[in-house]
């Protein structure tokens, strides 16, 4: 088990779980709240990197949504339900996931902008083999009310459930654009991360 290739890296990784909707914030509120607590934690000089997440890899919590893609011809009985999380910008930095084509997610993608996703090599094989997968469209949602995503990057494929589990594609939408308050935060650090507890 030590020996296999996660696709990302935990050293010097703080995690913290919150929902401040349990304490009766709406969601304005905890927007502000989670801007607030990511600049306040930047300002340390021993943070590296801060991103949120509702579905850590390997954090036992995963969920997973129908999605049709453009021109793909669906084999009869595939299976077009993919495992996702919600992110912020800086996660891949955060969890030393380079991208492999495209790019971040940014603050521009937010609520109300054009809706964006980013995929694993995985998921880009199996839709678009030999294809670029930059600008492509991801239908998330398989009846009529589904939105149309265009892929804006690329990441390696990793392992998400569990450590035995096969090659899965994988997909991350913009936690601005998908709003949830239950995230899990993640703290890059220059130091040791015990260090850091406190201050986060």
Do not use: C
């Not at 021993?46 to 949120?52: E, L």
């Not at 997968?133 to 804006?152: A, F, L, M, N, Y």
């Not at 995230?183 to 040791?192: C, G, K, N």
């Amino acid at each position: 088990a030590t020996t296999v290739d996660l696709g990302f890296t935990n050293r010097n990784v703080l995690l913290a779980n919150v929902n401040p909707a349990m304490q009766g914030y709406t969601r304005e509120r905890s927007e502000e709240f989670f801007r607030r607590l990511r600049e306040d934690l930047q300002q340390n000089p021993a943070v590296q990197s801060v991103a949120y997440t509702t579905a850590p890899p390997l954090g036992l919590g995963s969920s997973d949504r129908g999605i049709s893609i453009p021109g793909y011809a669906e084999s009869p009985g595939e299976r077009m339900s993919i495992h996702l999380s919600l992110v912020s910008p800086g996660y891949f930095e955060t969890l030393g996931i380079p991208l492999l084509s495209g790019r971040d997610f940014t603050d521009r993608d937010r609520d109300g902008a054009m809706p964006t996703i980013i995929v694993n090599q995985r998921f880009a094989e199996t839709y678009w083999p030999d294809r670029d997968p930059i600008g492509r469209i991801v239908k998330v949602g398989r009846s009529e009310s589904g939105t149309d995503h265009t892929v804006v990057g690329v990441v390696p494929t990793g392992k998400y459930r569990s450590l035995g589990e096969p090659p899965l594609a994988y997909m991350f939408l913009a936690q601005a654009q998908h709003w949830s308050s239950s995230v899990s935060v993640l703290v890059r650090t220059a130091t040791e991360p015990s260090a850091q507890i406190a201050a986060l």
